[in-house]
Structure formats: C-alpha cells, structure tokens
C-alpha cells in the first residue's frame, strides 16, 4: 500500500485529496499544526475521518525541525505539500508570515526529503496568482510570472524552489499551477463561497444584504473535486514537471454572483457603477447587493484564464464541471446548511 503524506489536511483541498487517495487505496498521513479547537469538519463533510487509513500527525510548516520529524517518522512514497496561507487578501496584512508558510514551508520540506530519502516524490500546490498582472491571455506553464499580492511572490518562490530541488538533487518534485478552484467546503473568507452562503441566508431572511469589494476581477473557476484528481495524476507521471490545471474559461464576480440568485430564483436589477454599484431584490426593492470598499485590495489581479492543455495530453486530465454547475453545487449545499441551522 503507498503512503501519502499531506500537509494543510484541514483546508479544502486536503480534505478533497485525502478522500481521493483513500478511495485509491492509499495509506494517508496528513498533518495539521495545533489549534486550541478542532477543525476537522471538512474530513467530517467527506465522510472520511474516521477512515482506517488515514492518520492525522501534527506538524507546523514553519517550524524545520517539526517538518523533517514528519517525514522521517512516515517516510511516504508521495508529499503534497498542500499547507499555505492562501488567502491572497491576508497576505497583504501579514506578508511575513505568509512568506514563511507559503514560500519557505515548501522548503523546509524539500530539505526534509533532501536529508531523509529523496525517492519521496513531492508536489507543490503552485497559484494562478503568480502570473498576476497577465503578460498573456490565456496563461501556460511558459507564461512569465508578475506576482501582484506577498501571497503570490511567495508561492513564486515556493515554485522555483521545486524546480531547483529537482535539478539539482534529482527528485521527483512537480509543480500544479492550479486556478482557482472552489467547492461547498471552501472557506468562507473566498468570494465564491461568499457569495452562495451570502445569497442562501437573504433567501433565508437570515441576512439583508452582501457586501463585496471588486465585481469586475475575472477568474477561471473550477471545481475542487475535478482538480485533486489532477494533482495525483502528477505525481503519477513518469518525469517531474510542472503544469496547469485550469478551465480555460473566465467570468466576472458580478456573474459568479447573477448564476447565484438565478439559482435561487431571485427577481434581480444592477444598477449604478464601480463603488456605487448595487442589486436590487425586484419583488421588495431592498438592495440584496452593495460594494464596499473595504474588500478591495492594494494591487488587483484582474483576469486570470489557464490553458491546460499539457495537462490534457500528457496526463489526460480535464476539469468535468462548468461553473454554472459549480454555482449549483455550492448554492444547494449553503442553502440546505443554512435552512438546517448547520454552520461550517
Ligand atoms: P486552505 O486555505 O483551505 O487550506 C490551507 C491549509 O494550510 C489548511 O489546512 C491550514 O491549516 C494549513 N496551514 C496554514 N498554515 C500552516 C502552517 N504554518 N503549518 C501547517 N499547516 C498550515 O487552502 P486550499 O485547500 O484551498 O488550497 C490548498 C493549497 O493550494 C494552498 O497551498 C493554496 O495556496 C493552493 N492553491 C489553492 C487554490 C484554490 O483555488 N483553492 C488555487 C491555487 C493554489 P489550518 O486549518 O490550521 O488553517
Ligand atoms: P483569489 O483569486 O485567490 O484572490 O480568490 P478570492 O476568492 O479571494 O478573490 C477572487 C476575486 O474576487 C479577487 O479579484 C477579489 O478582489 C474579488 N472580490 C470581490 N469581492 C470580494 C470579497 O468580498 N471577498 C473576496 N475574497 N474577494 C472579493
């Protein structure tokens, strides 16, 4: 039975990948740092905690010596390195701490598989947010990088680490440069998921209104469950390397948010612009939307789109679902979890 080791086993995408690799009959380790509360709902939601094959070792990325214990008590056949401060918005308020974990976290494990075994294949959660102000439309893996936030220099370290690591040490060490991929378990702070716990509670009468910062930024969104499987079929490969993982579509916040209320069949009018812009409930007249400035943020990035097509021809991975589909899923879920009073 392979081993994994997954760090950052408390987020999204950790919870999504456990769940793969369990199904794919894997021994699954996957770390966290300590917290004075639990925060295992998401293994909880996939139904995987209390799995037979699955251990949950505690590690804090930024602490060497806690990372190469890790490694050297588990010795894994594959590492994803998962762990992050990964909200873009916090990196500009804490930029030292997210350089830290989310670009010398990454090191600290390659010097563990350096010092302990370097047939332990390793895979880097790089970020759509290292091409930052776009030098070309739609990004590839040979697109130049021109990162806008401290979150994206630092995963732009994090990535040339790997790169270093593999050539020069010759370990398998392989790069996703993954867009922005959502889920009913994304966390909160997220736009996406924002906006359909947002949009389910007004359905609810459980909240008046949403406030968000910049509706015209376009992302390539996809679903989380589609790109964990790709992040396997990486590491699966026969040489290290590095690639995209996108939809190759883009769409406005302000449509992420009209799929939304359609799917909860609001009645809906835009009006006004930039910062004065709001949405208006047509049946009531009370304004469901407004922008507030305090969520915009010091540098932008505006447009982001991935072509994954190495991806499609040398792993034969493609995302399965489209955002309207995406918007479906995370609506539904936001709306049964709030009418049942669950809170995530
Ligand atoms: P989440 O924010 O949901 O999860 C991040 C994880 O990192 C959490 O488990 C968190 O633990 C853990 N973590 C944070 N700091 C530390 C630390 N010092 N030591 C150990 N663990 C730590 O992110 P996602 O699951 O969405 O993303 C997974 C990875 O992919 C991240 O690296 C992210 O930057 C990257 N990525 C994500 C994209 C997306 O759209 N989701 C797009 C491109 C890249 P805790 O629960 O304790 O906070
Ligand atoms: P990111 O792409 O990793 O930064 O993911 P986010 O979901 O945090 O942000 C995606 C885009 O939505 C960015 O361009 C934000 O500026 C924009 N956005 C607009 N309003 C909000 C908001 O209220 N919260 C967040 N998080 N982002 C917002």
Redesign the pocket.
Known sequence: MKKALITGITGQDGAYLAAFLLKNNYQVFGSYRRSSSSNFWRLDYLKVSNHKNLSLIECDLNDQGSVLNCVKKIIPDEIYNLAAQ????VSFDQPYLTSMTTGLGALNILEAIRHTNKNIKFYQAS???MFGKVLETPQNEKTPFYPR?P?GVAKVYAHWMTINYRESYDIFASNGILF?H?SPI?GL???????TDSVAKIKLGLLDC??????D???DWGYAYDYVEGMYKILQHEKADNYVLATNKTET?RNFLTYTLDTLDFNYVFEGKNENEVCINKDNNKVICK??KS???PS???L?KGDYSKAKKELNWEPRTDLKKLVEIMTDADYQRNKSGTVY
């Open positions: 990964s909200y873009v918005a970020s759509s947010e936030s979150y922005n959502e994304r702070e997220f736009v996406t998921r924002k906006i949403l406030e968000i910062g910049n509706m930024s376009k992302r916040v922008v507030n969520f915009y943020r932008e990035v505006d982001l």
